[in-house]
């Protein structure tokens, strides 16, 4: 079975760019979590989507990151303009409907490098 | 709301030595856990999940962890680890009122020597 696909795996870009990261989550699940992971702060939950609506995005850290989900196969985290302190790799999750003992399960994600 | 905490931020052991990875967590609720691996440039994958019943849980590469709803705790052990066992571990929580959100530590790295 196809996991969570996500891509680009590696972004390297001028600060003042815009980067988009895009990611087909396991099909049949229908929610999908954002997270960005460094090296100190963690992994942290920037949004995540129910049947394509945005639950809660209160991790998004400023309005220069904003996250699409058109259709159930399909999302995409924006950083519009980019800076070097957005670098960081990104990690799409997906899980099926169902409680929340479903557990999540996560892309190879993308590794982002702002000049 | 939940928190995890994982005191220990690096852990060498030698290979085929038995480890223990401590996971304690903080909630209001009750909730469910979980404990995920993620290998060099890959991201996360679950290794076990305790949601109810036997304490005693046990998963992938002969992994297990034990809950422990008295001390709040969730530790994870392997009896011998292997080379390739090296990676980053995360413990995580969920609530059971629905709540889809995963609570996560900060993460132990776990080396193997050889």
């Known amino acids: 079975d196809a996991g969570v696909i996500q891509s680009p795996r590696h972004e390297v870009t001028e600060m003042g760019q815009e980067v988009t990261l895009r990611c087909k989550p396991i099909s049949g699940h229908n929610s999908l979590f954002w997270y960005r992971q460094t090296m100190m702060r963690g992994l942290e939950l920037l949004i995540y989507?129910?049947?394509?609506?945005?639950?809660?995005d209160s991790g998004m850290p400023e309005d220069r990151f904003s996250a699409k989900m058109p259709n159930a196969s399909f999302s995409t985290l924006k950083i519009q303009p980019s800076e070097p302190r957005d670098s960081a790799v990104y990690f799409c999750?997906?899980?099926?409907?169902?409680?929340?003992?479903?557990?999540?399960?996560f892309g190879d994600g993308t590794r982002l490098s702002i000049l | 709301a939940q928190s995890v905490t994982q005191l220990d931020s690096q852990v060498p052991v030698f290979e085929e030595a038995p480890v223990e990875l401590r996971c304690n967590y903080s909630s209001s609720v009750s909730v469910y856990l979980f404990w995920y691996v993620q290998y060099p440039n890959q991201g996360l994958q679950l290794l076990l999940k305790y949601l109810s019943g036997s304490t005693l849980v046990k998963g992938i590469n002969g992994f297990e962890a034990e809950f422990n709803k008295s001390q709040t705790s969730f530790h994870l052990r392997k009896p011998s680890v292997h080379i390739s066992d090296t990676a980053e571990y995360f413990c995580?929580?969920?609530?059971?009122?629905?709540?889809?959100?995963?609570?996560f530590g900060t993460g132990t790295r776990l080396t193997i020597i050889p």
């Open positions: 995580a929580v969920s609530d059971m009122g629905g709540n889809e959100k995963l609570t």
């Open positions: 989507f129910n049947n394509n609506v945005p639950i809660d």
């Open positions: 999750a997906s899980r099926p409907r169902g409680p929340s003992n479903q557990p999540q399960h």
